[in-house]
């Protein structure tokens, strides 16, 4: 099954950026999955946050981040990213990339999920 690695967090300032990436683990491709990003902030459920189709040519946002953050993807790299803008403390959380149905932003898979990269929003 398809597998993946997030990296690209760190601590950010509130209304700063950060720019996560994730990639597909050796020996695989994205080829023509939709592929999300999810959030879990400590001691809440994990959450989707956006989803982007195969091509790239069509993508849905939590109304949380909408307006705020872009998802985008490099198919001959293999590679979704994730333009964080604006952020906010609320934004704070372990980001993970799966599979992902793009008009209700879950998760294809429950037990596909990577290491996570941490994002932290604090002054």
């Known amino acids: 099954q398809l597998e993946f690695v997030e990296s690209g967090g760190g601590l950010v300032q509130p209304g700063g950026s950060l720019r996560l990436s994730c990639a597909a683990s050796?020996?695989?491709?994205?080829?023509?999955?939709?592929i999300g990003w999810f959030r879990q902030a400590p001691g809440k459920e994990r959450e989707g946050v956006s989803c982007?189709?195969?091509?790239?040519?069509?993508?849905n946002y939590a109304d949380s981040v909408k307006g705020r953050f872009t998802v985008s993807r490099d198919n001959a790299k293999d590679t979704v990213y994730l333009q964080m803008n604006k952020v906010n403390p609320e934004d704070t959380a372990v980001y993970y990339c799966?599979?992902?149905?793009?008009?209700?932003?879950?998760?294809?898979?429950?037990?596909?999920w990577g290491q996570g990269t941490q994002v932290t929003v604090s002054s």
């Open positions: 799966a599979e992902c149905f793009i008009t209700t932003l879950q998760a294809r898979r429950a037990d596909a």
């Open positions: 050796a020996g695989y491709t994205f080829d023509y999955s939709y």
């Open positions: 982007i189709t195969w091509n790239g040519g069509n993508a």
